[in-house]
């Protein structure tokens, strides 16, 4: 509903903000849930912030894709790809140093197996949209950035964890949970 608001609302009235009312003026005034009017009757949801609405539109725009159920399982299923690898990809670095590369390659398969089929991002990464679908993403890629800078002292994978450590707040709430995790293990 967010992703249609978005389309059918000028961006110069939402500025992003997770609009839940749609641009026909039939459909102002109307509150629902944790919402917030504004002043022309429009109505911002509350529980989630803005960037995790404005992924997947602008996935959908990018792609030319029209705002559907079948739009939003092709962006989970993309994220869901990306953290498939990540997840291989980390469980591999970090095991690559104390086995040969083969052991180290089975235990990164044995885990993106059982990421894959893991019940929950089975159904949660189909046309179920949450943001932490987007988290799951981005937090894999902060703790990627985390675990290169304990090996190298890259500034570029200094930028990338910072960036996620800005950024994933503003998906999803637990990304300030996950930066205090940080903070502590620092």
């Known amino acids: 509903m967010t992703i249609e608001a978005y389309n059918e609302t000028p961006i110069s009235k939402h500025l992003f903000l997770p609009i839940v009312s749609l641009g026909k003026d039939g459909d102002k005034g109307i509150p629902w849930g944790a919402t917030v009017p504004d002043k022309d009757g429009n109505y ?79 159904h949660g990464m189909e046309i179920v949209y949450w943001h932490q679908s987007v988290m799951q993403v981005t937090f894999l890629i902060q703790v990627i950035a985390w675990y290169c800078m304990k090996e190298t002292d890259s500034y570029r994978v200094k930028i990338v964890f910072y960036s996620m450590a800005l950024l994933n707040p503003y998906i999803e709430w637990t990304g300030y949970v996950a930066n205090i995790g940080f903070a502590a293990a620092e």
């Open 44 to 122: 911002y949801y509350t529980s989630f912030s803005s960037a995790g609405y404005f992924l997947p539109w602008l996935f959908m725009k990018v792609f030319r894709l029209s705002v559907s159920e079948w739009s939003l399982y092709i962006f989970n299923t993309v994220l869901f790809m990306l953290s498939s690898i990540l997840w291989a990809e980390l469980i591999y670095m970090i095991y690559h140093k104390r086995f040969n590369d083969m052991k180290a390659f089975i235990l990164a398969l044995v885990a993106l197996l059982t990421y894959i089929y893991s019940p929950e991002l089975l």
